[in-house]
């Protein structure tokens, strides 16, 4: 079965300074993969989506960006982090099939 | 576009007490429908899904959930709550096509009392 890694766990960043939030997954290939936000006290809303290496699409119009490197790495990033980037980012992984599963999330903090 | 909407954002109920979560979801065309649970500061757990067949699914820790096409509605049950039930639940559905995007209502918060 799949796991899948994020780190770090916890980042307390200023505002203006960048961002890289990693995502890896292990056990599968070529699985479609995704960052979600959760804003404090809000649901789960879909940042970016991959279908495989180098395919990003967005969901939202945002000051982030993300990137697919390798079949299995999935990253998060900013150039200048807002104060409105605070939140909770969970990876997702859908290895085949139907059923999404995720990670333990990264929870950020734009001071 | 398809759309969920979990309508109460906090449920409390006593422990011991029966449970229902309400789910309603909006889609032109077929979907799957999913139930999630989070624990505190923690990712999200799969507790069931619907994917077709027969309309009542039943998943770990003794929730099951009910698909009513004609209502599209996707409620979550359990019988007896324990006070470890006590979490936020994320009904979600994605559209059967390529990309199986997963579209989440605001989650509903499950208070178990003593």
């Known amino acids: 079965s799949q796991t899948i890694h994020q780190w770090p766990a916890t980042l307390v960043q200023p505002v203006g300074s960048p961002l890289s939030l990693e995502c890896t997954v292990e056990?599968?290939?070529?699985?479609?993969l995704y960052w979600y936000r959760q804003a404090a006290g809000r649901g789960l809303q879909l940042l970016f989506y991959s279908v495989g290496i180098g395919q990003i699409s967005s969901e939202v119009p945002q000051n982030l960006s993300a990137s697919r490197p390798q079949d299995r790495q999935f990253i998060l990033s900013s150039k200048k982090l807002l104060l409105s980037d605070s939140g909770f980012y969970l990876c997702a992984c859908l290895p085949s099939g139907n059923t999404i599963y995720f990670g333990e999330g990264s929870w950020l903090t734009v001071v | 576009a398809q759309s969920v909407t979990q309508l109460d954002s906090q449920v409390p109920v006593f422990e011991e007490a029966p449970v229902e979560l309400r789910c309603n979801y909006s889609?032109?065309?077929?979907?799957?429908l999913f139930w999630y649970v989070q624990y505190p500061n923690q990712g999200l757990q799969l507790l069931l899904k619907y994917l077709s067949g027969s309309t009542l699914v039943k998943g770990i820790n003794g929730f099951e959930a009910e698909f009513n096409k004609s209502q599209t509605s996707f409620h979550l049950r359990k019988p007896s709550v324990h006070i470890s039930d006590t979490a936020e639940y994320f009904c979600?559905?994605?559209?059967?096509?390529?990309?199986?995007?997963?579209?989440f209502g605001s989650g509903t918060r499950l208070l178990v009392r003593p």
């Open positions: 889609s032109s065309v077929s979907v799957y």
């Open positions: 056990g599968t290939s070529n699985p479609n």
């Open positions: 979600a559905v994605s559209e059967v096509d390529s990309s199986y995007k997963l579209i």
